[in-house]
């Protein structure tokens, strides 16, 4: 199936790309390839270079970003191949608060002087721009994690591009179904695809879109020749999350506009980090370019690092661990990580709203709240 589709909306897409060919008898899902080796004389050549699963979940991905799509081991895995195609002291721009991960990539290898990274508060449009002066990328994270902090994408894109700056962007907490960078004008959208689109808890992998012929060939070549590669099976698992991920994260988004103005009403909460409700900061910015404001809120409990541990190892239907998007909600307190960002405060809770009854959820959530404080 071809992989871009503009005359079907996502949902559609979601259920109907990366499909084998139709004919007589022929099987509505692609196999588990299980090849390292391939008879001489095609394109692939050896299973390090390409696998026919991997290919019908790029194939599905692609055609939700609107870009050429190649599969990773693990986000951090995609994250590490964009960095591997910079130059040797290539400085880089990035948000001051963000994933971990990737904040700390950016740390280690600034001290190794590979590259040099500038950071830099995300919401405010002017210093970003300020700060692009020189740099060979723009790296965006968008809703940030854990904060929620909202850039303006198609201000900083275009405004990047206009100065030949790579543009990439985390688009794991929005997804393809909110917001498509590519269309806005960003080179590469990277997709942790053990998150949402996976959607169950059981896979690691991520993605790179890109529209660039000559940047997927760089991201390919590093996927090839770091050793990258996802696993056959988990990539088979990724596409069969994909069939229903529209129909999961519509559910898990209303739940959390919920849960978020349930969480703003309760005595023990001091700030709900949540771009869909009118009250936040974030809300205008993001309504003006996003379709949605996703499944994650973030909230502040009036109480320390203690009992906001408390907090999270009271639930009972509400999982304490890391990670995201899958069915089940789960929510953690992210200063317990040594690695995250001194500006995130010490009592934040990220909660990944699942796809739970909302009454159940809230029940567990304020019982959790409540017993925190006895």
């Known amino acids: 199936m071809d992989s871009k589709q503009p005359l079907l909306r996502p949902e559609t897409i979601a259920i109907t790309a990366g499909r084998p060919e139709v004919g007589a008898d022929s099987a509505l899902n692609p196999p588990i390839s299980?090849?390292?080796?391939?008879?001489?004389?095609?394109?692939?050549?050896?299973?390090?270079?390409?696998?026919?699963?991997?290919?019908?979940?790029?194939?599905?991905?692609?055609?939700?970003?609107?870009?050429?799509?190649?599969?990773?081991?693990?986000?951090?895995?995609?994250?590490?191949?964009?960095?591997?195609?910079?130059?040797?002291?290539?400085?880089?721009?990035?948000?001051?608060?963000?994933?971990?991960?990737?904040?700390?990539?950016?740390?280690?290898?600034?001290?190794?002087?590979?590259?040099?990274?500038?950071?830099?508060?995300?919401?405010?449009?002017?210093a970003v721009i300020s700060a692009l002066d020189g740099a060979d990328l723009l790296w965006l994270e968008s809703p940030t994690n854990p904060s929620l902090d909202i850039a303006d994408l198609p201000t900083l894109i275009k405004e990047a591009k206009s100065r030949n700056i790579l543009v990439a962007v985390d688009n794991t907490f929005a997804t393809a179904l909110i917001q498509q960078p590519l269309a806005m004008g960003a080179d590469i959208v990277m997709n942790s695809v053990s998150k949402y689109l996976a959607g169950h808890s059981d896979v690691l992998l991520g993605s790179l879109s890109t529209n660039d012929p000559l940047q997927y060939k760089a991201l390919d070549d590093a996927r090839k020749f770091n050793g990258s590669i996802p696993g056959p099976f988990e990539a088979w698992l990724a596409l069969r999350g994909i069939r229903t991920f529209p129909l999961r994260f519509q559910r898990a988004s209303e739940n959390a506009l919920e849960i978020a103005k349930r969480l703003s009403q309760h005595p023990l909460v001091t700030r709900v980090r949540y771009p869909g409700l009118p009250t936040d900061p974030e809300h205008a910015k993001a309504k003006a370019f996003m379709k949605g404001f996703g499944a994650i809120v973030s909230f502040d409990f009036a109480g320390d690092a203690a009992a906001t541990d408390r907090v999270c190892e009271?639930?009972?239907?509400?999982?304490?661990?890391?990670?995201?998007?899958?069915?089940?909600?789960?929510?953690?307190?992210?200063?317990?990580?040594?690695?995250?960002?001194?500006?995130?405060?010490?009592?934040?809770?990220?909660?990944?709203?699942?796809?739970?009854?909302?009454?159940?959820?809230?029940?567990?959530?304020?019982?959790a709240l409540l017993a925190a404080k006895k």
Do not use: H
Request: proline share 3%; charged share 20%.
């Open 314 to 367: 009271s639930s009972k239907v509400v999982t304490y661990s890391t990670s995201l998007g899958g069915v089940e909600s789960l929510w953690e307190r992210r200063r317990r990580w040594p690695l995250e960002s001194a500006s995130v405060p010490e009592s934040l809770i990220r909660l990944s709203v699942g796809c739970e009854d909302v009454d159940d959820l809230w029940s567990d959530i304020d019982a």
């Open 34 to 126: 299980l090849n390292s080796t391939y008879v001489a004389g095609g394109p692939v050549g050896y299973g390090r270079y390409g696998n026919e699963t991997w290919t019908a979940l790029e194939v599905a991905i692609s055609a939700l970003e609107g870009g050429k799509t190649l599969s990773y081991s693990s986000g951090m895995a995609a994250i590490s191949a964009v960095f591997s195609t910079l130059p040797a002291g290539a400085k880089v721009v990035a948000s001051d608060q963000g994933y971990s991960g990737i904040m700390t990539l950016l740390g280690t290898l600034t001290a190794a002087k590979k590259i040099n990274a500038k950071f830099v508060k995300i919401t405010d449009t002017a």
